[in-house]
T-cell receptor
Framework: SQTIHQWPATLVQPVGSPLSLECTVE??????LYWYRQAAGRGLQLLFY??????ISSEVPQNLSASRPQDRQFILSSKKLLLSDSGFYLC?????????FGEGSWLTVV | RKEVEQDPGPFNVPEGATVAFNCTYS??????FFWYRQDCRKEPKLLMS???SGNEDGRFTAQLNRASQYISLLIRDSKLSDSATYLC?????????FGAGTTVTVRA
């Protein structure tokens, strides 16, 4: 069966520091991969999606970037975090109609 | 206008009650519809897909009204474990749009 894992689960970072969140998927090949952010009381906002290695599409302008160095690995990064980057970050995968989420990463920028 | 809108609630209901809520979507070309459940500080998990003819999964019933562009979720015989936030999800041409969620609290 397919599984998705992301880490770290929780992190507190100072403003201006870098960020790296990592996500891996097992049990499937060539999945579509996604990074979402969920702010308190708001819906999920799509940040990036990828249909293959090295193929990244950005949905919103921001100081975040994403990379897909391997088929089942998706990384979310920032060189300098802002306070507004705080939130719940979710990696997700799909191969068809349905999307499945990782456990999420809680980021607090202080 | 938001692509997907939901009543945030909360809906506070006693155990055994029936609770129902809707979600409206703006893109008339939307193709697929889902309900996800999200527990506090956890990831969303697929509850059920929503089919044009309506569908049931145990105590949960989902309906789609394309003419009025809304979907609904009904929970019968509510359990304490049904307390969660329910996200409405709509698939358009290439992406999913998520509602902000409807919070349901079932009390003993």
């Amino acid at each position: 069966s397919q599984t998705i894992h992301q880490w770290p689960a929780t992190l507190v970072q100072p403003v201006g520091s870098p960020l790296s969140l990592e996500c891996t998927v097992e049990g499937t090949s060539n999945p579509n991969l996604y990074w979402y952010r969920q702010a308190a009381g708001r819906g999920l906002q799509l940040l990036f999606y990828s249909v293959g290695i090295g193929q990244i599409s950005s949905e919103v302008p921001q100081n975040l970037s994403a990379s897909r160095p391997q088929d089942r690995q998706f990384i979310l990064s920032s060189k300098k975090l802002l306070l507004s980057d705080s939130g719940f970050y979710l990696c997700a995968w799909s191969t068809g109609n349905t999307i499945y989420f990782g456990e999420g990463s809680w980021l607090t920028v202080v | 206008r938001k692509e997907v809108e939901q009543d945030p609630g909360p809906f506070n209901v006693p155990e055994g009650a029936t609770v129902a809520f809707n979600c409206t979507y703006s893109n008339s070309a939307s193709q697929s519809f889902f309900w996800y459940r999200q527990d506090c500080r956890k990831e969303p998990k697929l509850l059920m897909s929503v089919y044009s003819s309506g569908n049931e999964d145990g105590r949960f019933t989902a309906q789609l009204n394309r003419a009025s562009q809304y979907i609904s979720l009904l929970i019968r015989d509510s359990k304490l474990s049904d307390s969660a936030t329910y996200l409405c999800v709509v698939r358009g041409d290439y992406k999913l749009s998520f509602g902000a969620g409807t919070t349901v609290t079932v009390r003993a």
